[in-house]
């Protein structure tokens, strides 16, 4: 039996670990559910008070993703990146600089630069936080907890799904990039100020395991993420325009992002729970063969049943499956996952720089995005099929794996 001492000393091990995860969750909120993902509620609003095409709105997508890739490859060739507390603090200064300054211009070349800027601030303090908690909880033996960091991008997008309308009263498309960063430079404060300790803690390397240092173990696994990416990005971008251009489904279409957010949250918990049941293939194959379905009715859905049932199952899904993707490559490159999670999120990264500018283009061409949804719904399909046969998962469920 543990002393009064020693339960003690665990109560506030438990307490201090939660904090940091309660950054984590934080910093997430600012760098991607805001910093990235702030861009699809308001880009109605550039589209409606500016006049920008869908082609210029992906393209601009797509240089946030470009800058996304630049960060993951940054972090892949040069893993010191993952240690150095100042590249951390100098990308989240950067990801709250490009937020707000989108809301001063409105150059086309400057709306560029930011994106970009903004994309590789994302991807570095992504994988900078993925792998800092990761081990903090990890090495206290709540590894279990990991998940629910990814809830706070769940959180941002709930937030600028809600928010964003307000902004919109109050001025215009401009006042709603400015507010959003300020929201996201408050959040900021609070993750340096409950992760203060993470630098801390993981400044102890954990004992290196065996593990193969080639990249061989997540190749396919690579594909079947990259194919998501060029899939998944065309809704992420684009759903809230499209419900915005739905006749009659003009003043929902904000809170489309909302649905997309309030699913979001619960499912980077649901669908590791789920994996430690039925194996991290199983429920990698449902997660894709559910955000298929959701894809493709909003391609012929013009009812509000159709949207409702594109977003929930586009935010139930979309994180669930970066939460069992980093898990698995975790999971199969032992004492590298930090590698492997860059390296993956490279490869997501990829699909997420040609999708947005293709599936703008082509919408442009067909008038509508009848067409890059099916072509959407097909490459996600594809990745489904390729994690089907991948012969690289373990055959028995998750649990008791330690994750």
């Given amino acids: 039996m543990r002393t009064k001492t020693e339960k003690s000393t665990s109560t506030q091990h438990d307490w201090a670990d939660l904090k940091v995860l309660v950054g984590g969750i934080c910093g997430m909120i600012v760098v991607m559910g805001i910093g990235r993902f702030a861009y699809t509620p308001i880009l109605p609003l550039m589209q409606r008070d500016l006049g920008i095409s869908n082609t210029l709105a992906g393209s601009l997508a797509g240089l946030n993703y470009l800058g996304y890739l630049g960060g993951a490859l940054l972090c892949t060739f040069v893993p010191a990146v993952?240690?150095?507390?100042?590249?951390?603090?100098?990308?989240?200064?950067?990801?709250?600089?490009?937020?707000?300054?989108?809301?001063?211009?409105?150059?086309?070349?400057?709306?560029?630069?930011?994106?970009?800027?903004?994309?590789?601030?994302?991807?570095?303090?992504?994988?900078?936080?993925?792998?800092?908690?990761?081990?903090?909880?990890?090495?206290?033996?709540?590894?279990?907890?990991?998940?629910?960091?990814?809830?706070?991008?769940?959180?941002?997008?709930?937030?600028?799904?809600?928010?964003?309308?307000?902004?919109?009263?109050?001025?215009?498309?401009?006042?709603?990039?400015?507010?959003?960063?300020?929201?996201?430079?408050?959040?900021?404060?609070?993750?340096?100020?409950?992760?203060?300790?993470?630098?801390?803690?993981?400044?102890?390397?954990?004992?290196?395991?065996?593990?193969?240092?080639?990249?061989?173990?997540?190749?396919?696994?690579?594909?079947?993420?990259?194919?998501?990416?060029?899939?998944?990005?065309?809704?992420?971008?684009?759903?809230?325009?499209?419900v915005a251009a739905t006749p009659g489904m003009e003043r929902i279409a904000p809170y489309t992002w909302v649905v997309v957010g309030v699913a979001a949250i619960p499912s980077t918990l649901l669908w590791p729970h789920l994996a430690r049941r039925i194996g991290n293939r199983r429920a990698l194959i449902a997660a894709y063969a559910l955000q298929a379905s959701g894809i493709w009715v909003s391609a012929w859905s013009g009812s509000l049943l159709g949207v409702l049932y594109a977003a929930f199952t586009f935010g139930g899904t979309f994180l669930g499956i970066v939460a069992l993707m980093l898990a698995e490559g975790k999971l199969r490159m032992g004492a590298q996952g930090g590698r492997a999670a860059a390296f993956l999120t490279?490869?997501?990264?990829?699909?997420?720089?040609?999708?947005?500018?293709?599936?703008?283009?082509?919408?442009?061409?067909?008038?509508?995005?009848?067409?890059?949804?099916?072509?959407?719904?097909?490459?996600?399909v594809a990745g489904g099929v390729l994690i089907m046969f991948d012969q690289r998962f373990v055959t028995a469920p998750l649990a008791g794996r330690g994750d």
Avoid: N
């Fill in 346 to 380: 490279a490869s997501f990264s990829f699909g997420q720089v040609l999708g947005p500018a293709l599936a703008g283009w082509i919408a442009d061409l067909h008038h509508g995005f009848t067409l890059p949804l099916i072509l959407a719904t097909g490459l996600v």
């Fill in 82 to 242: 993952l240690r150095s507390q100042r590249i951390a603090t100098s990308m989240l200064l950067l990801s709250l600089i490009t937020t707000i300054c989108m809301g001063f211009t409105t150059a086309e070349m400057w709306w560029g630069l930011l994106r970009l800027s903004g994309g590789v601030a994302s991807a570095v303090l992504f994988v900078i936080i993925s792998a800092e908690v990761g081990e903090t909880l990890t090495r206290r033996g709540h590894g279990h907890w990991f998940g629910a960091l990814y809830c706070g991008t769940g959180f941002g997008i709930a937030l600028s799904g809600m928010l964003v309308p307000q902004l919109d009263k109050f001025g215009a498309w401009d006042y709603s990039w400015v507010g959003m960063g300020l929201v996201a430079c408050a959040f900021a404060f609070l993750s340096a100020l409950l992760g203060r300790q993470r630098h801390h803690v993981s400044a102890f390397i954990p004992a290196v395991v065996k593990s193969d240092s080639s990249l061989r173990p997540i190749w396919i696994l690579a594909l079947a993420y990259f194919l998501e990416g060029l899939g998944y990005i065309v809704t992420a971008t684009f759903i809230v325009a499209i």
